[in-house]
């Protein structure tokens, strides 16, 4: 499970559960738009922040604006690590067999 978080006059609440992996979450990454997240059953997730929303009282939600984004088709081993590249919008994931992926986080693909 993956819980969004938001400050919220100085404490933080959960906002948003996703439940997506099956397994242990191993690593994370987050960049200006991007959020990578690869797991223990051989899978990654990429979430993707769209502009920030302003509900009618002026404040910005920026937890409601990430949405999955992009499922990439699961790997042979556990995702041990995930590292972005913002400006050229690439994903790269280590598995723990040793193979390393690049992924191209601007094509919306849901394996």
Known sequence: ??????????????TKNVAIHSASILSMRAANKWLAIGAADNSMSLFQRSN???DASGNRNRVDSWKLFRTPEKTA?????????PERGRICSGARNG?????????????
């Open 1 to 14: 499970m993956v819980r969004m978080w938001e400050r919220d006059e100085g404490t933080l609440r959960c």
């Open 77 to 85: 081993a556990m995702v041990r690590c995930v590292a972005s590249d």
């Open 99 to 111: 193979l390393v992926r690049l992924w191209d986080a601007a094509i919306a693909v849901h394996s």
């Open 52 to 54: 920030q929303k302003v």
